[in-house]
């Protein structure tokens, strides 16, 4: 047989890079998505990659970006893929407040571009391709209900928020009107050693290493009492495959079904490392939404029961596991300044 085909935008990232080990592990050709920038970005995807050009082995990169409808449809053409896995956006709720534009365009409108791009694509080559949405538990936002399930209603509080909830409800209108195989996985936090160091939980990680090994003085965060429902994000890109695998497209919660504050945290990543947080944390009003998400818990037994999944690693484990890797990581920095 031949092998299945998966496009991955956004694969760059952290959730990007743990499905695509995964769909390789699981014998896909698998193609990734890359915006053309001055500076290499690709750290977190180097080891899965061998070779270039059309003979390479591995995953495959393309040039692309979802503000660029034509550049979509090239890739799609080119790569042919069987699965797409739409994980691109400006992802930084707090940063959305400060592009909002940039945020509604890349993370709505692109999303709109890339549904649009696939309907024509399998309307011309009568083709069945499968979509994936990465949507957000910040869609919920003010939550009307705890835990949060699929049928709970959205508030957004942020112009990310508000962007994913356009994504989420053109997925669905696409399914509905075309009869796309489209999903909707609404994730809940889902962190990782591969997070981005302006997310709190990896500033909180990689800060507190640093401070342990006397390479920083200082961590700077905002609200320490919002509360969140953490997972491994290794676990959850599982999630995402599976909801492309069942006989009929559907729209999932992936959480953990518990809820940790920001504090929570930080005094076990601070604890695992022996240190008093209280001596070294400051709170800074820069750090504070203008609208804020107060706590967020996910229902995900729909997952459990249909896709058979459910979380691996606790919230322990994940703190533990991103403190270790970070401490391994100021260990090298503070060897590299030879001090």
């Known amino acids: 047989m031949a092998k299945r085909v998966a496009l991955i935008t956004g694969v760059t990232g952290q959730d990007g890079s743990y499905l695509a080990e995964l769909l390789l592990n699981k014998g896909y050709e698998v193609h990734g998505m ?46 042919s893929p069987d699965e797409i896995y739409n994980l691109a956006a400006q992802s930084h709720v707090r940063i959305s407040f400060d592009q909002p534009e940039y945020t509604a365009d890349a993370v709505g409108l692109g999303t709109l571009r890339l549904l649009e791009a696939v309907r024509d694509h399998n309307k011309r080559r009568g083709r069945a391709v499968r979509f994936y949405q990465a949507g957000s538990s910040e869609m919920y936002g003010k939550v009307e209900g705890i ?9 957004p509080r942020s112009p990310y928020a508000c962007a994913k909830v ?23 936090n889902h962190e990782s050693p591969r997070r981005g160091e302006n997310f709190v939980t990896r500033k909180i990680t990689r800060s507190a290493t640093r401070i342990k090994l006397g390479l920083q003085d200082k961590l700077a965060l905002g609200n320490l009492d919002a509360r969140r429902d ?51 944390v400051e709170i800074d009003p820069r750090h504070f939404r203008p609208a804020e998400v107060d706590i967020l818990i ?42």
């Open 230 to 280: 953490w997972g491994f994000a290794g676990d959850y890109v599982e999630a995402m495959w599976l909801m492309l695998q069942q006989d009929k497209p559907d729209d999932y919660v992936i959480a953990t079904g518990q809820t940790h504050s920001v504090r929570e945290f930080m005094e076990l990543a601070f604890d695992r490392v022996k240190l008093d947080w209280k001596k070294y």
């Open 34 to 79: 890359v915006r053309r920038t001055s500076s290499f970005a690709t750290g977190r995807i180097d080891h899965l990659r061998r070779g270039f050009g059309t003979n390479a082995e591995g995953l495959q990169l393309h040039y692309g970006d979802l503000g660029d409808g034509t550049g979509l449809r090239r890739i799609i053409e080119q790569v």
């Open 147 to 155: 835990p949060q399930r699929e049928t709970t209603p959205f508030h």
């Open 298 to 339: 996910g229902d995900y037994s729909k997952a459990k029961r249909v896709l058979e999944w459910q979380p691996r690693v606790d919230f322990n484990g994940l703190v533990a596991m991103m403190v270790d890797s970070d401490l391994e990581l100021a260990g090298r920095e503070l060897k590299s300044r030879g001090t």
């Open 166 to 188: 356009y994504a989420h409800w053109q997925t669905i209108n696409y399914r509905e009107s075309y009869g796309l195989f489209a999903c909707n996985g609404i994730l809940f």
